[in-house]
């Protein structure tokens, strides 16, 4: 693992317990999971990527829009599905047919796949990256090296 992925783990770990409050990114206090990655990124790199504008429980499914996908293309790297890394961000899309709007940090890989996510009702957790989650994968990144 390197420095950048243990640092990532290490503070996605960190922010295990704090509460699930939808558009929130305060360590301990809420979060949903965008205000996750939000904080993660704070802690790494400083300032957050961009203004973030407020978003509703539905995202952008009345549009169709994929505007979460598009905004991870702007700040992290895509990476292929198949190629799993600890820190990689894994965008879900929650049901067939709507946009992807959940979003996790890669704890562990192999047998023993884990991730990091808010979730609605249950906060900040850490859950078995198990067949179900997978399957709902569409996209994976990876942190830049280096933020401009």
Known sequence: MTTLQNAIVIEARRWIGTPYIHQSSVFGAGADCLGLLRGIWRTVYGDEPEAVPAYS?????????ERLWAAALRHLTPKP?????????????????????HLGVVSGVGKAAR???AYSKYGVIESPLSLP?????VARFSFPEEVS
């Open 133 to 137: 989650w997978r399957r709902r994968i």
């Open 81 to 101: 599905l198949a190629a799993e890394a600890p820190a990689d961000v894994l965008l879900f899309r929650m049901r067939q047919g709507s946009v992807a709007k």
């Open 57 to 65: 429980m539905d995202w952008s499914e009345p549009q169709g829009e």
């Open 115 to 117: 991730f990091i996510h």
